[in-house]
């Protein structure tokens, strides 16, 4: 049973970079053919897919944010790092690691077999 816990600050103030580690217990990171993503949930609104690291390291990151994302990997440790940089209120959110295979689409709820169980992010001075 694979199983994704996220840690990170649960309050950054505007403009710091938040940090958030997904630890994986049950699987490895580097499996063939997974990826390993980083998804929110804003108040009030949809999933918002972020980016994702696969099996072998390399990084996907959502258009609307690649200029302040960044995903990293520690294989020895079986974590992936998310670092999201000049963070705003609008960065409010409950922040998910998730487990996706091969096929789906990174948006869709669905594609993901595993999911941590969340970690609320509020950005507030």
């Known amino acids: 049973q694979v199983q994704l816990q996220e840690s990170g600050p649960g309050l950054v103030k505007p403009s710091q970079t938040l940090s958030l580690t997904c630890t994986v217990s049950?699987?490895?990171?580097?499996?063939?053919?997974?990826?390993w993503s980083w998804i929110r949930h804003p108040p009030g609104k949809g999933l918002e897919w972020m980016g994702a690291?696969?099996?072998?390291?390399?990084?996907y990151r959502s258009p609307s944010l690649k200029s302040r994302t960044s995903i990293s990997r520690d294989t020895s440790k079986n974590q992936f790092t998310l670092q999201l940089s000049s963070v705003t209120p609008e960065d409010t959110a409950v922040y998910y690691c998730?487990?996706?295979?091969?096929?789906?689409?990174?948006?869709?709820?669905?594609?993901?077999?595993?999911w941590g169980q969340g970690t609320q992010v509020t950005v507030s001075s």
């Open positions: 690291i696969d099996y072998s390291g390399t990084t």
């Open positions: 998730a487990r996706k295979p091969l096929r789906g689409a990174w948006g869709a709820r669905e594609s993901y077999d595993y």
């Open positions: 049950g699987g490895s990171i580097t499996t063939n053919y997974y990826y």
